[in-house]
């Protein structure tokens, strides 16, 4: 299930990387000075968490071997090798740790701009029909 959730997530990410590519990036910013370059800053440490988690994730199946649902198998690069294992294996756990830190400081930054700053930061992520 762990692989399956990480296959959904890498290709939700290429989606997502190529839908903002596509549009040339991010709305123009409403805020100014800190608070922008800590937006900035926030995005581009969640597209390499992101990017990064992901790859490790593949990294740790590929060298321990595995199946998924008994339907296909991913050879081991490296299955004897316990130290390069959990190497990896701890590099793909801090990973998504920090990510999911993170994604916490990110979502209480949204609540603040909307009950705190009152702006329209949170308001402007959802769909047009709901603004």
Known sequence: MHILIGVVLG???IVRLAWRAAKG??????????????????HILLYGLLVTTVGLGVCNAWVRGDSVFGLFSIPGFAPGDK?????????HALAA???LVL????????LFHHYGLRDLT????LPRAFR
């Not at 990036?25 to 370059?37: F, I, N, S």
């Not at 994604?103 to 949204?110: D, N, S, T, V, W």
């Not at 949170?122 to 992520?125: D, E, S």
């Open 11 to 13: 290709s939700v990410l």
């Open 25 to 42: 990036g991010m709305r123009p910013p409403l805020d100014q000075g800190v608070l922008l370059v800590m937006a900035r800053a926030a």
């Open 83 to 91: 130290a390069l294992r959990d190497a990896v294996g701890g590099w």
């Open 97 to 99: 740790n920090s990510l």
């Open 103 to 110: 994604a916490g400081f990110h979502a209480a930054a949204a």
């Open 122 to 125: 949170l308001r402007r992520m």
